[in-house]
Structure formats: structure tokens, C-alpha cells
């Protein structure tokens, strides 16, 4: 069986890049006021609750307008 001191330093990129993804993706949303679909309000929570890769994820894919 794995340590946590084994597993940690492959837990830490991924812990980065999600908070990273979230962030960016939260900066997005709140600076920009068209989407393809839904509004605002559905994009923040939608991306919050699936902070796990999916809700940003599902952000760019489905949400946010072609400039």
C-alpha cells in the first residue's frame, strides 16, 4: 500500500491545475456576459459544484460564446 508521502507529489500538480482551471474559469464567466447557453448565475454554480475538472471543463465546451 501507497504512502501519502508517495502519492504527494503527484497529488500536488493536480491540486494546482484544478484550482488553476477554477480560477480561470470563474475570472472568465465573471468577465464576460454572453454565453452559448444558460446564463451567469447557471455557470458559476455549475462550475463550482463540479470544481473537479468537469464544471470548467463543461464551461468551455458548452458555455462560453465564440468571440
Known amino acids: 500500500m ?3 508521502n508517495e502519492i504527494l507529489p503527484f497529488l500536488i500538480p493536480l491540486v494546482l ?3 488553476a482551471l477554477l480560477a480561470f474559469t470563474l475570472r472568465h ?3 464576460h456576459s454572453h454565453y452559448k447557453r444558460g446564463n451567469r ?3 458559476i454554480v455549475v462550475t ?6 468537469v464544471g470548467p471543463i463543461l464551461y468551455f465546451l458548452l458555455g462560453k460564446e465564440d468571440a
Open 2 to 4: 501507497k504512502t501519502v
Open 17 to 19: 491545475a484544478q484550482f
Open 29 to 31: 464567466i465573471l468577465t
Open 41 to 43: 448565475t447557471l455557470w
Open 48 to 53: 463550482i459544484i463540479g470544481m473537479n475538472f
